[in-house]
C-alpha cells in the first residue's frame, strides 16, 4: 500500500476527520471510532512506518511519551480500573492497518475487552540461550 492510499496516515495528516485528542509535528492522537472501551485512543505517527521494526528511536521515544501523557488524561477523565497499551506487529500478531499505531484501552472491571494468552512453559537453559542471543543484537 502506497502511503497516498493509506488511511491512517490521511486521518494523521488531517485529511480524514478524526475526533483529535492531541496532536503535535510528530503524531495525533485520535479516539477510535471502533472502541474496544470507552475512551480507547489511537497514537497514530504522521510519518509513515509499516511497523516498530520500520521506526527510529526518537519517533518511537516521542509516542511512547505521548502515551504516558494521554494515559493520565484517560485516568483523570475517566477513572479507569487499568489501561492496555497495545502495538501490533505483522498480521500474525493482529495488525490490520498496516501504518504504526498504538492503541490505549481503558479497562473496566468486567468489562468485555479480551487481551490475554495461554501461559507457555520455558526451559531455562534455552531461556539463557536466548537471552545470550538476543543481547548481541541490541
Keep these: 500500500m502506497s502511503k497516498e492510499d493509506c488511511i491512517f496516515c490521511k486521518i ?3 485529511v480524514i476527520p478524526s475526533a483529535t485528542v492531541y496532536e503535535d509535528s ?9 472502541p474496544a472501551s470507552k475512551g480507547h485512543a489511537l497514537i497514530i505517527p504522521k510519518e509513515h512506518f509499516d511497523n516498530v521494526y520500520s521506526m527510529d528511536a526518537d519517533t518511537a521515544s516521542k509516542i511512547f511519551t505521548i502515551a ?5 488524561a ?5 477513572n479507569p480500573d ?4 497495545i502495538q501490533n506487529n505483522g498480521e500474525a500478531a493482529g495488525q490490520t492497518v498496516f ?9 473496566y472491571i468486567n468489562d468485555t475487552v479480551n487481551v490475554t494468552w495461554k501461559p507457555g512453559e ?3 537453559t534455552e531461556l539463557e ?3 545470550k542471543a538476543l543481547r548481541k543484537r541490541i
Excluded at 487499568?82 to 497499551?85: D, K, P, S
Excluded at 501504518?99 to 479497562?107: G, N, T
Design 99 to 107: 501504518h504504526f499505531h498504538m492503541h490505549l484501552v481503558p479497562r
Design 82 to 85: 487499568g489501561l492496555n497499551i
Design 122 to 124: 520455558s526451559d531455562k
Design 12 to 14: 494523521a495528516n488531517g
Design 26 to 34: 510528530i503524531c495525533r492522537v485520535i479516539l477510535d471510532i471502533n
Design 68 to 72: 504516558t501523557e494521554v494515559a493520565k
Design 129 to 131: 540461550a536466548l537471552s
Design 74 to 78: 484517560q485516568k483523570a477523565e475517566l
